[in-house]
């Protein structure tokens, strides 16, 4: 059974960093791509990152850009999302994504989802 388990999020002042984490079992971590979603209240979803599993490269949206950073660690089966210079407007639950192949795009939907975690940018 593919389970992903967020943590890390919270209550952070604007200018703030985070760092998410998602634990992922049920399948070969290192074998697939994999990404960060987000859902702001009231608002559709948005995909922000994802990594590649073999090379390891990475894409983001716009809106994170130069901001986040997305990492994997495939020998602890972890993923993980930098934040970085956190904006009111990044306040959203944050999820993470498998995705079927081993190759990220935007374009592509996720496969399997985690339960999310809760980010709040305020003061």
């Known amino acids: 059974e593919v389970q992903l388990v967020e943590s890390g999020g919270g209550l952070v002042q604007p200018g703030g960093s985070l760092r998410l984490s998602c634990a992922a079992s049920?399948?070969?971590?290192?074998?697939?791509?994999m990404s960060w979603v987000r859902q702001a209240p009231g608002k559709g979803l948005e995909r922000i990152s994802g990594?590649?599993?073999?090379?390891?490269?990475?894409r983001y949206a716009d809106s994170v850009k130069g901001r986040f950073t997305i990492s994997r660690d495939n020998a602890k089966n972890t993923l993980y999302l930098q934040m970085n210079s956190l904006k009111p407007e990044d306040t959203a639950v944050y999820y993470c994504?498998?995705?079927?192949?081993?190759?990220?795009?935007?374009?592509?939907?996720?496969?399997?989802w985690g339960q999310g975690t809760q980010v709040t940018v305020s003061s």
């Open positions: 049920g399948f070969t971590f290192s074998s697939y791509a």
């Open positions: 994504a498998k995705h079927k192949g081993s190759y990220y795009s935007f374009q592509s939907s996720p496969e399997y």
């Open positions: 990594i590649n599993s073999g090379d390891g490269s990475t």
